[in-house]
């Protein structure tokens, strides 16, 4: 029999349930704006050596000759000066809930943080403003070799593993919000998984951004060893604010030969905040790299993970869900890039307007000469719910090599008077009707989480979905 | 015009369960019902038959309250209330039903989870008071009996609401609603078109089951084919929009023999292009 979606409490809004905020207490907070006296004194609060101050200084060189993109979202608004770079919270990091200072502790409790990694997750990693706050990993796979800590840690404890792989798939060049990142970031997660681990129970990080104008710009660096696995999952939230916030994140990530990669994001930032987010990963022979993206909130997200396939028999998938409502755009997609034969890709978007909301979906698949037999299929599928709502797709296909099987489809419905009547006429609500429907339409993605994330999403999407009938 | 006043003749001078008064109701600018009137009581099952586009749809679905039916004028009285005013759900919660001609696809959405929402909705669930809400151990038990009695195997609730559904598994799903919402007034309209002659057999199997003193019926057809299965007490014949002749039983098969010849060039009878199926 299936799985019935539990039914949750409705009336609750984001504002009280991921909205609210802590008074802003710190131990460092650096001024606010971005110059080269900020990012040394950043490096020098890390106490990091020299060549990450030196990366981080030339990375700034970057960012400041860079343009802003301007083929996607709207990111005129965006004063790089009125933000705040880094925010330390608390000083030290605590390995138990009890060791985090009582207010950041009990802002993660009212998350459901504590509470899901003493029901489902193997480690748990909790960022707070710039720095992370709480770490933890099961002893028996630290016992197997697994390395699972912030990325500044891990600079100080691996560092022959770190400077081999940081900013290898992502360099500062790649573009503005990535040099961004590489000039200023702080926090994010490391890991490890050495040959032949399968890291069966998931892994998660919680990114909360709390101070108002804040920039989070974690880093995120994961290498999957050989044959082995992982299953990352990212949750974010942040309080709403008048003014915007920005969150620029660069995941770098390395699937060597016959391991899988899966990393989940459900993104539910306030809808003040900027979520301009770079990741990719590279897969190796017959290595498997999954992308499942999910995002709800944020005012505008630009995110297209990608994949490059550089060995035979590699093969990456990207499924994407983006919610915009009123005032938000939401620009995802996916990218996959067949460098070797016999490579294969998948992306699947899915998005939803209501209210005057935006998505896009923008991707590109790009297959070199010589990828013989490679395989890629991309579907866009868009749901409005109303006709101010709006949905584009920006699709590209650059392909160089003639052996290839290459599909895509695009499918644009409204939430249809027949749907409604129907489920009307069983006795459900309107309201709950255009929820249903919507939740049936991301299933694809829904199912593809834990239970636990499932549940949350649906519950998401209903709150989302209040005060869109009327 | 006197043949418009249907009356069934039992429970004279007491007020009917279910009454349709002088319903006018147009489509798109166009009038298409042009007063209708038609009691039901409960316990009672009614046959409205009638050529195509005499109006047939137009009534089923201006019943259930389809936005895109206006009405005109008239009232429809159940339970005391006029739910002309009333939206779908709440017609739902106050005892009607509609097997559609039509089921509409919801993808992603199990028949398990439609079929438990459509249940809790009725019991006047709304996602707090878990009392409300009815037991894994009931909801299965209550499947269980009723999906017996249609031939429907346990696959079918994890698949999505009619999406990828033959004729006849649709219109068994939709009487499988029916069941387990137990409504007073239901309305079947075209239950038997796309059906093999088996799951005729089973639909009509589950219908007859339901039949009792708690629920009067409408049937709406086409073709007399489905009333050798359910046996209705009462035909009344619907064309261009009006009633023009009702009668008991025998009128079934007069129209069998006869066709609406009488007000229109087709035949009453299924093709036998259609019956082969």
Known sequence: MATVIPRIDVGDNYKEKYGFFDPEKFVFKAKRGLNADVVKEISWMKTEPEWMTKFRLRSLQTFEKKEMPTWGADLSKIDFQNIYYYLKSTEKQGKTWDDVPADIKNTFDRLGVPQAERKFLAGVAAQYESEVVYHSLHKELEAKGVIFLDTDSALKQHPDLFKQYFGTVIPPADNKLAALNSAVWSGGSFIYVPKGVKVEIPLQAYFRINAENMGQFERTLIICDEDSFVHYIEGCTAPIYTTDSLHSAVVEIIVKRGARCRYTTVQNWSTNVYNLVTKRAVAYGDATMEWVDGNLGSQITMKYPSIYLMEPGAKGDVLSVAFAGKGQHQDAGGKAVHVAPNTSSNIVSKSISKAGGRTSYRGLVKVYPGAKNSKSFVRCDALLLDDESRSDTYPTTEVDEPQVRIGHEATVSKVSDEQLFYLQSRGITKAEAETMIVNGFIEPFTKELPIEYAVELNRLIQLEMIGSVG | ?277
């Open chain 2, 1 to 277: 015009m006197a043949l418009n006043e249907v009356t069934t003749g039992k429970n004279m001078g007491t007020v009917p369960d279910f009454e349709i008064k002088d319903l006018r109701v147009s489509v798109e600018g166009r009038e298409i019902l042009k007063g209708v009137s038609l009691s039901v009581n409960k316990g009672e099952v009614h046959a409205v038959m009638g050529p195509n586009g005499s109006g047939k749809s137009t009534l089923s679905h201006t019943l259930m309250g389809h936005p895109n039916y206006k009405v005109l004028g008239g009232q429809v009285f159940f339970k005391g209330k006029d739910i002309l005013t009333l939206q779908p759900e709440q017609r739902a919660k106050l005892g009607m039903f509609l097997a559609l001609q039509y089921p509409v696809v919801v993808p992603g959405i199990t028949m398990s989870n439609f079929l438990r929402t459509a249940i809790n909705a009725k019991r006047g669930f709304d996602g707090k008071d878990k009392s409300k809400s009815i037991s894994v151990k009931d909801f299965r038990a209550l499947l269980k009996s009723e999906m017996a009695v249609l031939r429907m195997d346990d696959s079918f609730l994890s698949r999505y609401v009619n999406e990828g559904f033959s004729g006849g598994e649709k219109k068994r799903a939709e009487i499988l609603q029916m069941a387990v919402l137990k409504p007073e007034i239901a309305i079947l309209d075209e239950t038997d078109s796309g059906l093999d002659i088996d799951s005729i057999k089973f639909v009509s199997d589950a219908v007859n089951k339901m039949r009792g003193p708690e629920l009067g019926v409408l049937i709406i057809t086409h073709y007399t084919r489905v009333l050798k299965f359910i046996k209705p007490d009462y035909v009344h014949v619907l064309v261009n929009g009006e009633f023009v002749r009702s009668g008991g039983p025998e009128l079934a098969d007069w129209l069998e023999a006869k066709g609406y010849s009488e007000w229109v060039k087709e035949p009453a009878k299924a093709p036998a292009a259609l019956e082969a199926k």
